[in-house]
């Protein structure tokens, strides 16, 4: 009987079997599905739900079934269309290569690459989404922002504007809506063991191109796949190249980007900087 018994026929025609053994807490499983090839947008998810089934032979059914669950398959059983998975897929891929794109150059543009492995930063926050302040409208947004980025050194060559500091990152909500890639320059200001943090960027995000509030009628999209990423943060120095901050992160186009249409979002959190 083949392998693929009980998988859809679109991803049976896609598996290249082999059969390399792995060792699970003292016991030699056999994963058939382990080395395999899948053609498609979708392949290394599904690549990853096939060896979580083959593990499941094992392991029992229901821990396979909910680790695939995590990762967009039920193993075998119809989940969430083909279509949309693929849809998904192509964005997250997108947002990785455009935040290459957009970080390489001020990471590594103005000063050599060592000087930036020595003494750059780490970072990652937890923010709230869409908080409503003066300076943003409803978009109907909402969630939380969970923040990974790296911060390089400051400058010298930028000594005429306070040797601003690099940095770039990305942005992930949790209930599905916005998310986006930001590169910009940020200035340490340092007042004893507290700093301020100012900073200014650019931002590329995956918002909708359009979208009306059914209650008001109201256009609510962002105007612009590319927009202004002014932040700010206050925080204080733990020692041992740690630091923790409170911060406030904007997106919005000024109406430079879409005269038009301009709501901005805010977001604000904790972010914590570990120089490595």
């Not at 030699?28 to 990853?48: E, I, Q």
């Not at 923040?147 to 050194?153: F, H, I, M, V, W």
């Not at 940095?167 to 507290?194: C, E, H, I, P, Q």
């Not at 109201?218 to 901050?245: I, W, Y």
Request: aromatic fraction near 6%; charged fraction near 20%; glycine fraction near 12%.
């Amino acid at each position: 009987m083949s392998p693929c018994t009980g998988f859809r026929n679109l991803v049976c025609k896609a598996v290249t079997l082999r059969a390399p053994s792995a060792t699970l807490r003292g016991r030699t499983v056999t994963l058939r599905g382990a080395g395999v090839t899948l053609r498609g947008a979708a392949s290394a998810a599904t690549s990853a739900a096939l060896a979580v089934k083959k593990l499941g032979m094992s392991m029992g059914y229901r821990l396979a079934y909910r680790v695939g669950k995590r990762i967009g398959f039920r193993l075998g059983k119809p989940c969430i269309p083909f279509s949309r998975q693929k849809a998904v897929l192509h964005q997250r891929a997108d947002m990785i290569r455009k935040i290459i794109a957009l970080a390489a150059p001020s990471l590594l543009a103005v000063s050599p690459l060592p000087a930036y492995a020595a003494a750059g930063e780490l970072f990652g926050g937890v923010y709230a989404h869409a908080v409503d302040t003066p300076l943003s409208l409803e978009t109907g947004e909402g969630g939380a922002d969970l923040q990974l980025g790296y911060r390089g050194a400051p400058i010298e060559g930028l000594a005429a504007i306070g040797r601003p500091e690099p940095y770039a990152f990305v942005s992930v909500n949790t209930a599905g809506d916005t998310d986006f890639v930001a590169a910009g320059l940020a200035w340490k200001v340092d007042l004893g063991r507290l700093y301020l943090r100012p900073g200014i960027g650019l931002s590329l995000n995956n918002g909708p191109k359009r979208r009306v509030d059914p209650a008001t009628g109201e256009r609510t999209e962002l105007g612009s796949a590319v927009l202004f990423e002014p932040e700010f943060g206050v925080g204080v120095d733990l020692g041992q190249g740690a630091s923790l901050e409170a911060s406030w992160v904007h997106i919005s186009g000024a109406r430079l980007f879409n005269s038009e249409q301009n709501p901005g979002i805010d977001m604000i959190g904790v972010r914590v900087n570990w120089r490595i």
